[in-house]
């Protein structure tokens, strides 16, 4: 099956200061998806993003489909922001997708 | 959000107990699915559906089944829970192929 892997696996940061991480998929999926999984364990859609660049805020994400990786910009972390990253990409099941995800990002942003 | 609603929040079972997961879903989506969350494997995909009686399985689906017989309702079922489903099981419906999230249950198998 296609492997999902996100590094690095796990970041500590002062707050204010930037961070990237990385998903790389092994072979080609769709609807590739950012979500941020909070410290109470609330799993939130932080960009849906098949290709090309999004931004919301202190957050950008960017897809090239065409090699397989997407990257996500965290800038100016926050406290806040600490949590779990994940990335989540989709092959064509029975009737609609099925989603992989990563085993993502965990980030603690320290005030 | 997505009004998305898991019930248990929280159960505690005994191995060879059957164990029912309810996910409810207020906003019509068509897709709904059925993960489970484990240290160092991210979320993987048990069951999904892509309509009221249309289920199919996932890549980690052994000794769990579905239902869904209305738009709103999708039933995780551990048939005879054993200590390998001691988990934390997420609900999620897809619209416009985004995912949204219910809150989880935190299952343990004794």
């Known amino acids: 099956g296609i492997q999902v892997e996100q590094s690095p696996p796990d970041l500590i940061l002062q707050e204010g200061a930037n961070s990237t991480l990385r998903c790389n998929f092994s072979?080609?999926?769709?609807?590739l998806q950012w979500f941020h999984q909070n410290p109470w364990g609330q799993l939130i859609n932080l960009f849906y993003i098949p290709s090309g660049t999004k931004q919301n805020g202190r957050l950008s994400a960017t897809t090239v489909a065409t090699e397989r990786y997407s990257l996500l910009y965290i800038s100016s972390s926050q406290t806040t922001d600490s949590g779990v990253y994940f990335c989540?990409?989709?092959?064509?099941?029975?009737?609609?997708?099925?989603?992989?995800f990563g085993t993502g990002t965990r980030l603690k942003v320290l005030a | 959000d997505a009004g998305i609603t898991q019930s248990p929040r929280h159960k505690v079972t005994e191995t060879g107990t059957p164990v029912t997961l309810r996910c409810h879903q207020t906003?019509?989506?068509?897709?709904m699915y059925w993960y489970r969350q484990d240290p160092g494997h991210g979320l993987r995909l048990i069951h999904y559906?892509?309509?009221?009686?249309?289920?199919d399985k996932g890549e980690v689906s052994d000794g769990y089944s579905v239902s869904r017989s209305k738009t709103e309702d999708f039933l995780l079922t551990l048939e005879s829970a054993t200590s390998s489903q001691t988990s934390v099981y997420f609900c999620a419906t897809s619209s416009q192929n985004i995912q949204y999230f219910g809150a989880g249950t935190r299952l343990s198998v004794l």
């Open positions: 906003e019509n989506h068509r897709y």
């Open positions: 559906s892509y309509g009221v009686k249309d289920t």
């Open positions: 072979d080609s999926v769709n609807n």
């Open positions: 989540a990409g989709a092959r064509r099941g029975s009737g609609t997708y099925k989603y992989i």
